[in-house]
C-alpha cells in the first residue's frame, strides 16, 4: 500500500503508542483517516504536518481515547489522563474562565482527587517551570493569549504525562511569541523527558521542535511520508538560518506539496 | 481602557443618575404647578405633595399590605429561582425527562397568569394563590436560562473533563453549573422583575379584603372608593418595591458572576 512509512519507524526506543491500519469516519460520513499506521516512540518529540482538514486533530483524538476509530487498532490508548498517563493541550487554551492560573493548573489533580494543600507545591514548580509564577491569582481573561497557552501547558504537564498530545497549541500566537514557546517547549520536553506528538500545518515549527516529521495526507488523512530530523537536540534561534534546518524544511515542504497534489486547493 | 475613557464612562454614570433626577423634578414640579393654578380636586389627580401627605397618614394601613405581598414575592421567587435551577438540572440529565416534561414548562409559560389565576383560588385560597403566581411566572425564566447555560459549556472544556476521567457530578458542579452561571443569573434577574407583578396580579384576581390583605387588594378598594391619593400612594409604594427587588437581584447576580468574563482580547 501506498501510505506505507518510506523509513523504517524508529527501531531503537519501545513504542508507547502504536496505529495499525486505523480508519475514523464519521456518522455523517466524512472519512476522517484511512489506514494510518504511526508509531510514537518513547522519548521522541514527533510533529505531525499537514494541510488544514486532514484529520491530525482526529488522530490525536484517537490516541487521547476521546473517538473511537471506525477500522483498525491502536495500542497504548489505555494511556489515560492520570498520573504518568497523557496530557492534552487544545489549540485554544480552554482554561475555566472563572478560576484563577493556579486553580486552572490544580484542575486535573483536583479531578482525580488530590487535595488543594497536597498540590500547591507541584503547582507552583509547573507555574515556574512554563515561566508563570506570579501570575497564580490571575484570571485567564487578565492574560495574554501567549500567557494563556503556558496555563493550558502547566496543566497538561502537571500529572507529570509519560505523553503530551498538543494541537496546534501556537497556531492562534503571533510569530514572536509562537518563537518563545517553540524554544520553551523544547526546555520543557528536555526538562520532564516526557514524549511528544505535535501536531501543526506549520512546516517550520514542524522541523525546529520536531525529533521526526509526519506527513499526512489531505482527507482522507493517512501517513504519507516519515522524515527524520537529525538535527542537534539544542535548539536555538539559530537554528532558523541552518542550512540542515532549511533542507529539512525544504523536504517537508514538498512532502506537504505531494500531499496537496489533486486535492482543490 | 485609556485614561479618557474611565473618566468618560464615569461621567456617563453621574450623567444617568443627574438625568433622570432632573426629568423627575421637571414633571413633579409640572404637575404640582398645574394642580395647584387650575384647582384640580384631589380626587381628580393629586399633586405629588398629596401623594406624599397620603402615605404617610395611610402608612399604618399600607405598610402591612406592603409587608403581605413582599413576603409571599420573596417566598414565590426564592421557591421559583431554587426549582428552576433544580428543574434544569434534572433535565438536563436525562433526554427522556427533558422530553416528558418540557412541553408542560412551555404550557405554563405562554398561558397567562391572570387566566390561571382564578383557577387556584378555588383550590389553594387566596394566600397559596399569590405564593404560586409567583412562583409560576418566576419559574420559566430561571429554568429556560438554568438549561441553555447548562449546554453551553465550552465542549473543548467538556472534553477535558472526559480525559481526566471526571464524574458526572465533578462535571456538573465544575464544569457545568459555573459555566451556567452567568445565565442562571440572567434568569434570576428577569424572575425577579416578574415576580412582583406575578403577585400584583393574584391579588387583583384573587381580590380578598381584611387585615391579611396585600397592597393591591388595597390599590381595587382605594380605586372602588375613588380614595384616588391613597391609590397613587400606593402606586407609588409599589413602584418602590418593584425596584428595590429589581436593584437587590441585579447587585446580588452582579456581584455572583463577576469573576466569570469571557476569555479573550
Known amino acids: 500500500m501506498t501510505g506505507a512509512p518510506a523509513r523504517p519507524l524508529s527501531a531503537t526506543a519501545p513504542a508507547l503508542v502504536s496505529l495499525a491500519g486505523v480508519g475514523k469516519a464519521f456518522d455523517n460520513g466524512v472519512v476522517a483517516l484511512q489506514g494510518v499506521d504511526l508509531a510514537v516512540a518513547e522519548g521522541e518529540f514527533l510533529a505531525l504536518l499537514g494541510p488544514s482538514g486532514c484529520g491530525k486533530t482526529t488522530v490525536l483524538r484517537l490516541i487521547a481515547g476521546l473517538d473511537e476509530p471506525s477500522a483498525g487498532a491502536i495500542a497504548g490508548q489505555a494511556l489515560a489522563a492520570r498520573e504518568g498517563g497523557l496530557g492534552y493541550v487544545f489549540q485554544d487554551a480552554t482554561l475555566l474562565p472563572w478560576a484563577n492560573v493556579a486553580d486552572n493548573v490544580f484542575l486535573p489533580l483536583r479531578l482525580a482527587g488530590v487535595a488543594r494543600r497536597d498540590a500547591d507545591e507541584r503547582i507552583a514548580a509547573m507555574l515556574r517551570l512554563v515561566g508563570i509564577d506570579g501570575f497564580a491569582g490571575a484570571l485567564p481573561h487578565q492574560l495574554s493569549g501567549g500567557m494563556r497557552m503556558r496555563v493550558a501547558i502547566a496543566r497538561a504537564l502537571v500529572t507529570r504525562p509519560r505523553l503530551l498530545l498538543m494541537d496546534e497549541p501556537f497556531a492562534a500566537l503571533d510569530e514572536i511569541t509562537r518563537f518563545r514557546l517553540n524554544d520553551d517547549l523544547l526546555r520543557l520536553k528536555h526538562e520532564t523527558g516526557c514524549t511528544v506528538v505535535f501536531v501543526t500545518h506549520s512546516v517550520y515549527e514542524a522541523v525546529y521542535l520536531s525529533t521526526r516529521v509526519a506527513v499526512m495526507s489531505a482527507r482522507p488523512g493517512r501517513i504519507l511520508r516519515e522524515i527524520a530530523v537529525d538535527l542537534p537536540a539544542r535548539r536555538d534561534d539559530a537554528l532558523r538560518r541552518d542550512p540542515a534546518y532549511l533542507a529539512l524544511c525544504a523536504e517537508a515542504s514538498a512532502a506537504l506539496h505531494a500531499a496537496l497534489a489533486g486535492s482543490p486547493a | ?265
Open chain 2, 1 to 265: 481602557m485609556s485614561r479618557a475613557a474611565r473618566a468618560g464612562s464615569a461621567g456617563a454614570r453621574f450623567a444617568g443618575w443627574l438625568l433622570p433626577g432632573a426629568v423627575l423634578a421637571a414633571t413633579l414640579a409640572a404637575w404640582e404647578a398645574f394642580v395647584a393654578l387650575s384647582g384640580t380636586p384631589a380626587y381628580v389627580l393629586p399633586a405629588p405633595s398629596r401623594v406624599l401627605r397620603t402615605l404617610a397618614a395611610d402608612w399604618p394601613v399600607l405598610a402591612p399590605a406592603l409587608g403581605v405581598t413582599l413576603r409571599l414575592t420573596l417566598a414565590g421567587f426564592a421557591s421559583a429561582a431554587a426549582g428552576g435551577v433544580l428543574m434544569g438540572v434534572a433535565l438536563t440529565r436525562s433526554r427522556w425527562a427533558e422530553l416528558a416534561f418540557s412541553p408542560y414548562a412551555v404550557i405554563l409559560q405562554v398561558t397567562p397568569l391572570v387566566a390561571i389565576a382564578p383557577i387556584l383560588v378555588i383550590y389553594a385560597g387566596v394566600t397559596a394563590t399569590v405564593y404560586l403566581s409567583v412562583f409560576l411566572v418566576a419559574f420559566f425564566p430561571v429554568l429556560a436560562a438554568t438549561m441553555a447555560g447548562l449546554r453551553a459549556a465550552d465542549p473543548a472544556l467538556s472534553d477535558l473533563f472526559r480525559l481526566y476521567r471526571a464524574t458526572p457530578a465533578q462535571r456538573l458542579f465544575q464544569l457545568e453549573l459555573p459555566s451556567a452561571a452567568p445565565f442562571i443569573a440572567a434568569g434570576v434577574r428577569t424572575a425577579g422583575g416578574l415576580s412582583l407583578i406575578g403577585a400584583v396580579v393574584a391579588e387583583f384576581v384573587a381580590g380578598a379584603g381584611g387585615a391579611g390583605s396585600g397592597l393591591a387588594y388595597r390599590i381595587v378598594e382605594a380605586s372602588y372608593r375613588l380614595n384616588v391619593p391613597r391609590l397613587f400612594a400606593s402606586v407609588l409604594l409599589i413602584c418602590v418595591a418593584g425596584l428595590l427587588i429589581y436593584a437587590i437581584v441585579s447587585v446580588a447576580c452582579a456581584a455572583l458572576v463577576r469573576r466569570w468574563r469571557p476569555q479573550g482580547g
